[in-house]
């Protein structure tokens, strides 16, 4: 299966995977905050991705789903750097000096860096949606205008690298030959886990005491919802519609997770907040209404 869009979706599965990726990765900035008491950063990627990557690729199996072939491994490698370990990675090393809100709302560029490497491949998003990207990522600006990242030096690169190396991926992906979209998410975590090893090898990591009964249930709903069930939503989106639609979780996952900051995990907002998010929203409905897909 080629990284091509192959056909329509139907309307009901895009809706699902789209509510899927908004609420559920929304929550899994605070998930990794609330992991982070116990498990350092890429040692959590490592087992979260290695977990969750061997459930998926059984269970594929088990439905005889074809095992990616040599080349796609190859690719999958590929992917599992940019998409895994210089993504997911740096945004767990990220919320080690931000909050899980402000996190998201630094990986809110992914949509930006999306559309211009979308149109370096030739794949120019419609006006209406270069509206919606340019509301959405001005409401983005105004949300970090004075904000933590200004003051975290190492979670602001790293929030710039992890989203302009998980757009790359998503869109060089696009022209890969690779396996089923689950295969696809299985092989990325699989081989994403190695990758955040051996980050964790060369940066030292290790446990400085028993993780908490908290921190390893944050790991394990990270693992199940944020792994499993989002980012298999994800990968089958990438390859059913527009770029700008995919990538619009961007600008939902903020507001979800600063909302669950404050609620569950102490973490405050300001009135400015909440008007960036409003903007950011706006940026959200007129991507996601301009075209579901492709014709």
């Known amino acids: 299966m080629s990284g091509s869009v192959l056909h329509k979706p ?7 995977a789209m509510t899927i ?32 990557g061997i459930v998926l690729y059984a269970l594929m199996r088990f439905k005889g789903v074809a095992a990616p072939t040599r080349k796609q491994w190859k690719t999958l490698i590929i992917l599992g750097l940019l998409m895994v370990l210089l993504s997911n990675g ?14 998201a709302v630094g990986v809110a560029s992914v949509s930006l860096f999306a559309a211009l490497f979308s149109a370096m491949r030739g794949d120019h998003p419609s006006r209406v949606e270069w509206i919606g990207l340019i509301i959405g990522f001005t409401g983005v600006i105004w949300l ?28 060089w992906s696009r022209d890969q030959d690779l396996p089923a979209p ?31 009964l908290h921190a390893t249930m944050a790991l394990l709903y990270l693992i199940v919802f944020g792994s499993i069930i ?32 404050v609620l569950l995990g102490g973490e405050t907002v300001t009135p400015s907040e909440l008007g960036a998010m409003a903007i950011i929203l706006v940026g959200v409905v007129i991507i996601t209404t301009a075209k579901l897909w492709r014709k």
Do not use: D
Request: a neutral charge; hydrophobic letters at 55%.
């Open 10 to 16: 139907a309307v009901a599965a895009v809706v699902t």
């Open 21 to 52: 990726v908004y609420l559920v990765w929304g929550s899994t900035y605070l998930g990794i905050k609330f992991a982070l008491e116990s498990y350092p950063p890429f040692v959590l990627g490592a087992i979260r991705m290695a977990l969750a």
């Open 90 to 103: 740096l945004v767990n090393l990220a919320e080690t000096q931000v909050s899980s809100g402000i996190a």
């Open 144 to 171: 970090n205008i004075g904000g933590t990242l200004s003051a975290t030096p190492l979670g602001l690169i790293c929030l710039i690298v992890a989203s302009v190396s998980w757009a790359f991926g998503s869109i």
């Open 182 to 212: 689950f295969m696809n998410a299985a092989g990325q975590m699989l081989t994403g886990s190695v990758w955040m090893a051996l980050a964790a090898l060369v940066t030292g990591e290790r446990f400085t005491a028993v993780p908490t």
């Open 230 to 261: 989002a980012f298999t939503a994800y990968i089958w989106l990438n390859h059913n519609v527009r770029p700008a639609l995919a990538q619009s979780y961007a600008y939902v996952n903020p507001p979800v997770a600063v909302i669950l900051g």
